[in-house]
């Protein structure tokens, strides 16, 4: 039982390239969520899915997009990266029950050049 | 608009000393978590609370929910450098769109030995 799996664990990208962020979950949770981390700043929400098929936007989306491709994984994708996208970027995942508990991965750090 | 005030931003003890991180917000929130992050890593659950006036115990941790459903306090008792990371507090708004949390900004704490 991995929990929330992330690839790739690190990213270099120069502006204006393009990449995209795996997540997998094998708990057979419902809800994943899409968060950045930046100094000072806590955890911020990109975007979220409540469940396969849905997703929405969180507080800072701009510049990002997603897709539910399942009930197990949730990409988050970068069209044209810019250097304010340097972040450590974290998915998580979580059930609907008596609280919303989340699991989170372990993170990929990516860096914009 | 950040929903939580985590205070204080950063923590510096010695080891054996009494410590207490406050989670302030003016909204009344369904539940309140505390996570904990060590570097390089995802945030960890470390307790829910849901009642207001609830208070939990976790061996040298006590989390304690306001009256009102809108604040929370962390008290650890005697820290050891293990207890070093950074310190989330969540809360879950049902009112709003079910599943999210909004985190505060974290305590930063260091316990030297």
């Known amino acids: 039982n991995a929990g929330v799996t992330q690839t790739p664990k690190f990213q270099v990208l120069k502006t204006g390239q393009s990449m995209t962020l795996q997540c997998a979950q094998d708990m057979n949770h419902n809800s994943m969520y899409w968060y950045r981390q930046d100094p000072g700043m806590g955890l911020r929400l990109i975007y979220y899915?409540?469940?396969?098929?849905?997703?929405d936007k969180g507080e800072v989306p701009n510049g990002y997009n997603v897709s539910r491709l399942n009930k197990r994984e949730f990409s988050l994708r970068l069209e044209s990266a810019a250097p304010s996208q340097t972040s450590v970027y974290f998915c998580?995942?979580?059930?609907?029950?008596?609280?919303?508990?989340?699991?989170f991965g372990p993170g990929t750090r990516l860096t914009v050049t | 608009t950040q929903l939580l005030e985590q205070s204080p931003q950063f923590l510096s003890i010695q080891e054996g000393e009494n410590l207490t991180v406050y989670c302030n917000s003016s909204?009344?929130?369904?539940?309140l978590q505390w996570y904990r992050q060590e570097p390089g890593e995802g945030p960890v659950l470390l307790v829910t609370?849901?009642?207001?006036?609830e208070v939990k115990k976790l061996k040298r941790l006590t989390f304690q929910f306001g009256d009102a459903r809108k604040d929370s306090s962390l008290h650890i008792t005697a820290a050891q450098p293990g207890d070093t990371g950074l310190y989330l507090c969540?809360?879950?708004?049902?009112?709003?769109?079910?599943?999210?949390?909004?985190f505060g900004r974290g305590t930063q704490l260091t316990v030297w030995p």
């Open positions: 899915s409540a469940s396969e098929g849905t997703t």
């Open positions: 969540a809360g879950e708004d049902r009112g709003s769109t079910l599943g999210r949390l909004y």
């Open positions: 998580a995942s979580s059930e609907i029950g008596l609280t919303y508990e989340q699991y």
């Open positions: 609370v849901v009642t207001g006036g």
């Open positions: 909204s009344v929130f369904s539940s």
